[in-house]
C-alpha cells in the first residue's frame, strides 16, 4: 500500500491493489467502484491520458467533469506502454497487484507484451479482467465496440424508438458502458473470492454485447421465450407509448398503477369505480397487460385534470408509487438526498469547488470512506514506482527516457 495516510483506505476492499489499464466510461466507472470501496485503484495512463480528461469544462486543465465523475479514489501513473522500460514497469508494477483490469482489445495488450500469460507468469494470483465488446469466441472478436455500437446491436436502441412511437433512437446516457462496468465489478469482486479459496488467480472476458442481451431480451424476449413462440417479441406494459411520465395541470409524475389494489384506489379516486365490475380489461393483471396502451391513456387523461399537489394528496402515497418528475436541476434540491448527504460540495486542489455523488451502499462494519481527489495526470507515477522498488534514479532514467511521466509542475504543486 501507499505510505499515504492508511485511513484514506478504509472500506470492504482495504489491501487489494489494482493496476487499471481502462479508459473513457466503461472501465473506469467498474475500477472506480472498487477504489470506492477501499481498494488501491493505480490508474496505468498513456503520456496523452484518458481521452475523457479533456471533454468539457476544466478539459484544458485534464480534469473535465466526465473524467471527474469517474475517477476519483484512484491515483494516476503515466507509463508510454509502447516504450519497452514503460512496459517492464508496468509488469514491476503487476507482480504486488491483486487486479489487473483493461479495456484495451486483447490483440493490442498480446503486441505491447502484456497478454494474461505474461502477467500471470509474474503474478500467477493476479485476477485479469478485461473488458471487451463481443466475446473473444466469435466473428465480432475483433469489433471495437463503443456504447451507441452496444444500444444498436443489442436491440436497445429500435426498442426505445418502437416505445416511442418514432425513430429508433439511443438512450441519453451511456448505458451500456456504465451497466457492463457494474457488471465487471461484481465479477471482480466473485473472482477475488475464487482466490481465496483456490490461491490461484485467472483471466476473466467480460463482453458488452453478450453481457447486454440480458438487459434487453430479460424483459422482451416475452412471447418468444416460448418454442413455439406464444405471442411475439416485447413487454406490452414497456413498449406502449404511453409510458412515460404523466402531465398534470403544473407538472409531470410517475404513477404506477400497476397491482388490483392500485387500479381499485385509482378507478375509485377518479369516480370511476364501476370499471372494475363492467370493464373487463380490468379483470386481472393479464386482461390489462393486454390492453396496457388504452390503460396508460386513461390515466393520462384523468392526472391532466389536477396539479401535482393535488393528485399526490388524492392518491395515498403509501398505496400507489407517486413522484413528481424531476429534471437535473430539481434533482440536486431533493429533500431525501439533501437529508442524506449523497451530494457533496468538495474542494478539488486544481479546479476548486465540484458536486460528488457519495458511494451508494451504506456498510455496518467496513463503511468506505475513502475520499481522495481525482488524480491530474501522472500525479503519482513517481509514489507508485518507489513502492514497486524503483530508486529515485531510476524513475529519473525512466522519465528522461519518455517510458514515464510525472505531472506537470504547476498542477503537481496544486495537487
Known amino acids: 500500500m501507499s505510505a499515504t495516510d492508511p485511513s484514506a483506505f478504509s472500506g470492504p476492499l482495504h489491501g487489494v491493489r489494482v493496476l487499471d489499464l481502462t479508459t473513457v466510461f466503461m472501465g473506469p466507472s467498474a475500477t472506480q467502484l472498487l477504489g470506492d470501496l477501499g481498494a488501491d485503484v493505480i490508474k496505468i495512463e498513456s503520456p496523452g491520458g484518458d481521452s475523457t480528461r479533456s471533454i468539457g469544462p476544466c478539459g484544458d486543465l485534464g480534469l473535465g467533469p466526465l473524467f471527474l465523475g469517474l475517477n476519483r479514489n484512484k491515483r494516476s501513473v503515466v507509463l508510454d506502454l509502447k516504450n519497452p522500460q514503460g512496459v517492464e514497469a508496468l509488469l514491476r508494477l503487476a507482480r504486488d497487484a491483486d487486479v489487473f483490469a483493461t479495456n484495451v482489445r486483447p490483440a493490442a495488450m498480446q503486441r505491447l507484451g502484456l497478454g494474461y500469460e505474461q502477467l500471470a507468469a509474474v503474478n500467477p494470483r493476479l485476477v485479469h479482467a478485461s473488458m471487451v465488446g463481443f466475446s473473444q469466441r466469435g466473428p465480432y472478436a475483433a469489433k471495437a465496440a463503443f456504447d451507441d455500437m452496444i444500444q444498436a446491436a443489442t436491440g436497445l436502441a429500435a426498442a426505445v424508438g418502437q416505445g416511442a412511437g418514432g425513430e429508433p433512437r439511443y438512450l441519453p446516457l451511456t448505458i451500456a458502458d456504465r451497466s457492463v462496468g457494474l457488471y465487471a465489478f461484481g465479477v471482480i469482486c466473485a473472482a477475488l473470492h475464487a482466490r481465496h479459496q483456490t490461491g490461484r488467480g485467472q483471466s476473466i472476458d467480460i463482453p458488452m454485447f453478450e453481457t447486454m442481451i440480458p438487459y434487453v431480451l430479460g424483459d422482451h424476449l416475452y412471447g418468444r421465450t416460448f418454442v413455439p413462440g406464444q405471442g411475439d417479441f416485447g413487454y406490452p406494459r414497456l413498449m406502449s407509448p404511453n409510458r412515460r411520465p404523466y402531465k398534470t395541470r403544473d407538472g409531470y409524475v410517475c404513477c404506477l398503477i400497476y397491482?388490483?389494489?392500485?387500479?381499485?384506489?385509482?378507478?375509485?379516486?377518479?369516480?370511476?369505480?364501476?370499471?372494475?365490475?363492467?370493464?373487463?380489461?380490468?379483470?386481472?393483471?393479464?386482461?390489462?397487460?393486454?390492453?396496457?396502451?388504452?390503460?396508460?391513456?386513461?390515466?393520462?387523461?384523468?392526472?391532466?385534470?389536477?396539479?401535482?399537489?393535488?393528485?399526490?394528496?388524492?392518491?395515498?402515497?403509501?398505496?400507489?408509487?407517486?413522484?413528481?418528475?424531476?429534471?437535473?436541476?430539481?434533482?440536486?434540491?431533493?429533500?431525501?438526498?439533501?437529508?442524506?448527504?449523497?451530494?457533496?460540495?468538495?474542494?478539488?486542489?486544481?479546479?476548486?469547488?465540484?458536486?460528488?455523488?457519495?458511494?451508494?451502499?451504506?456498510?455496518?462494519?467496513?463503511?468506505?470512506?475513502?475520499?481522495?481527489?481525482?488524480?491530474?495526470?501522472?500525479?503519482?507515477?513517481?509514489?507508485?514506482?518507489?513502492?514497486?522498488?524503483?530508486?529515485?534514479?531510476?524513475?529519473?532514467?525512466?522519465?528522461a527516457a519518455g517510458a514515464a511521466r510525472g505531472a506537470n509542475p504547476l498542477q503537481e504543486n496544486n495537487a
Do not use: C
Open 259 to 399: 397491482t388490483d389494489r392500485h387500479w381499485e384506489i385509482f378507478l375509485n379516486a377518479v369516480g370511476k369505480g364501476e370499471l372494475l365490475r363492467t370493464d373487463p380489461r380490468f379483470k386481472d393483471i393479464g386482461a390489462r397487460t393486454r390492453a396496457i396502451d388504452a390503460l396508460y391513456q386513461l390515466v393520462a387523461d384523468e392526472l391532466a385534470q389536477r396539479s401535482t399537489a393535488e393528485w399526490r394528496q388524492l392518491l395515498p402515497e403509501s398505496d400507489i408509487p407517486i413522484f413528481p418528475m424531476h429534471t437535473f436541476e430539481t434533482l440536486l434540491q431533493d429533500e431525501h438526498l439533501a437529508a442524506t448527504g449523497f451530494f457533496q460540495q468538495t474542494e478539488h486542489p486544481v479546479v476548486g469547488t465540484i458536486v460528488e455523488t457519495a458511494v451508494p451502499s451504506e456498510w455496518s462494519g467496513t463503511p468506505p470512506n475513502r475520499r481522495t481527489p481525482v488524480p491530474v495526470l501522472g500525479q503519482h507515477t513517481a509514489e507508485v514506482l518507489r513502492e514497486a522498488g524503483y530508486a529515485d534514479a531510476e524513475i529519473d532514467a525512466l522519465i
